[in-house]
């Protein structure tokens, strides 16, 4: 198990700082620790196309410039990219089942 978190590089993607933060947080907590950050889905797919490397994605859902599922669909067109472990995260007051239908034909990991 160390050595799989050693080999582990996340992304996380979220235009909220604080949300962020507290995501890293909890993956420094649990041990891993490469982890990138992006500010929305646009940059994170440039992030991805520039660092071979990174090979987990945990994204907000709602963001500017590309949200999370499009950022989920870009990335699954990819043959490269399209096997990266895709988490989606979205607030609790947001449409649930429609996010989850949409995201699971996109083939979300979770």
Known sequence: MV????????????DDESSADTMIDYLHAMGFEKISRASNGAEAFRAIE???TINFIISDWEMPLMNGLDLLQRIRTKP???????????SPASRELEK???????????
């Open 3 to 14: 050595e799989a978190k050693k080999n582990l590089h996340f992304l996380v993607v979220d």
């Open 50 to 52: 520039y660092d071979s």
């Open 80 to 90: 490269t990219k399209a096997q990266i472990p895709f988490l989606i995260c979205t």
């Open 100 to 110: 989850v239908l949409l995201a699971a034909e996109s083939y979300v990991d979770g």
